[in-house]
C-alpha cells in the first residue's frame, strides 16, 4: 500500500476497525515510512484530544480553542483579533467611501467657492427661455426702480437708459449663492439681455470675481455662450449678461442709475 492509501484508512487503524490483513499492512508502512508516522501520530492526537474535551461535562473555552488550532479548523485567538480588526476596518473604510465618496469626487469637479457668472447665467437661461416666471412686467424704468425698491433690502438704482440701447421689460428677485439680489430684464438689438444686482457687501462670497474687480474696474468674461460684464457702482454690484457683443453689454452697464436718483 502507499502513503495515499494508508492515510486514508488512518481511522480504522485508530480506531481498531477493520480486518487483521489492513492493520498487519499499515503497521508495516509506518515502520519504514517516517513522514506517515508523524502524520499518524498528530491524527491521533488530535482525535484523543477532541474524544477527551467530549467526555468533559464542563466547557473549557481555551483548551477547546486549542483542539480546534491545532486540528487547522480555526485560528489562534490572536488571529482571530486581527482578522476582526481587520474586518471591522475594512467595513469602516467601505462605509465611508460609500457616505462620502460621492461628495469627495463631487466637490473635486466642483469650484471650492460659487461662481457669479455660472449662477446669472443659469437664471439668464431661464428667464429669457420663460421657463422662469418675471415676477414684476413692465417697461417704465419707474416703474420697475420703484418694484425693485420695496423687494430688497439694499439700494438699487434704475434700469440703464432707453439710449443705451437696452429696452426694460420687467424685473424680480432670485438668489445667487446665499445671496438676494434683483435683476431687470430686457433686450438689446431684438437679443434678451438681464441685468443682476446685488449689495456690494456681497462680494466676498464670490472671491474670484472679488480679485478680478481689484484690478479691473470692469471685468469681462464669458460663460458658455452669454457675454458678461461686472462692475462695482456705488452701493451695487452689478453684473449684465446677454448673447450681445461687449461692446453693447459696457454701454448698458456704464448707463445702470444714471437717472437722477432721489
Known amino acids: 500500500?502507499?502513503?495515499?492509501?494508508?492515510?486514508?484508512?488512518?481511522?480504522?487503524?485508530?480506531?481498531?476497525?477493520?480486518?487483521?490483513?489492513?492493520?498487519?499492512?499499515?503497521?508495516?508502512?509506518?515502520?519504514?515510512?517516517?513522514?506517515?508516522?508523524?502524520?499518524?501520530?498528530?491524527?491521533?492526537?488530535?482525535?484523543?484530544?477532541?474524544?477527551?474535551?467530549?467526555?468533559?461535562?464542563?466547557?473549557?473555552?481555551?483548551?477547546?480553542?486549542?483542539?480546534?488550532?491545532?486540528?487547522?479548523?480555526?485560528?489562534?485567538?490572536?488571529?482571530?483579533?486581527?482578522?476582526?480588526?481587520?474586518?471591522?476596518?475594512?467595513?469602516?473604510?467601505?462605509?465611508?467611501?460609500?457616505?462620502?465618496?460621492?461628495?469627495?469626487?463631487?466637490?473635486?469637479?466642483?469650484?471650492?467657492?460659487?461662481?457669479?457668472?455660472?449662477?446669472?447665467?443659469?437664471?439668464?437661461?431661464?428667464?429669457?427661455?420663460?421657463?422662469?416666471a418675471i415676477p414684476f412686467a413692465s417697461s417704465s424704468d419707474s416703474e420697475v426702480e420703484d418694484y425693485l425698491r420695496n423687494e430688497v433690502t439694499f439700494p438699487v438704482r434704475c434700469p440703464p437708459r432707453q439710449d443705451s440701447g437696452f429696452a426694460v421689460q420687467g424685473a424680480g428677485t432670485c438668489q445667487l449663492g446665499s445671496q438676494s439680489a434683483a435683476f431687470v430684464v430686457g433686450q438689446v438689438d431684438q437679443t434678451p439681455v438681464s441685468i443682476f444686482i446685488l449689495s456690494r457687501d456681497s462680494l466676498p462670497e464670490f472671491p474670484h470675481q472679488q480679485q478680478a474687480l481689484r484690478t479691473e474696474a470692469i471685468h469681462r468674461c464669458r460663460e458658455g455662450q452669454h457675454e458678461m460684464a461686472l462692475s462695482v457702482i456705488d452701493r451695487n454690484l452689478v453684473l449684465v449678461i446677454g448673447d450681445v457683443s461687449q461692446e453693447r453689454l459696457l454701454r448698458v452697464l456704464r448707463a445702470y442709475g444714471t437717472y437722477p436718483h432721489g
Open 1 to 132: 500500500m502507499n502513503c495515499d492509501e494508508i492515510r486514508r484508512h488512518w481511522n480504522l487503524y485508530h480506531d481498531s476497525e477493520g480486518d487483521a490483513e489492513l492493520h498487519w499492512q499499515i503497521s508495516q508502512h509506518l515502520e519504514h515510512c517516517i513522514p506517515c508516522a508523524e502524520w499518524f501520530a498528530k491524527q491521533s492526537r488530535i482525535e484523543d484530544l477532541l474524544t477527551d474535551k467530549l467526555r468533559e461535562p464542563a466547557d473549557d473555552g481555551q483548551v477547546w480553542a486549542s483542539v480546534l488550532a491545532g486540528a487547522g479548523l480555526t485560528r489562534p485567538k490572536l488571529a482571530r483579533r486581527w482578522l476582526l480588526f481587520s474586518t471591522l476596518a475594512i467595513c469602516a473604510a467601505t462605509l465611508m467611501l460609500a457616505v462620502f465618496g460621492p461628495w469627495r469626487f463631487a466637490r473635486i469637479g466642483e469650484h471650492r467657492d460659487p461662481s457669479l457668472s455660472a449662477l446669472t447665467a443659469s437664471w439668464h437661461e431661464r428667464l429669457s427661455s420663460g421657463r422662469a
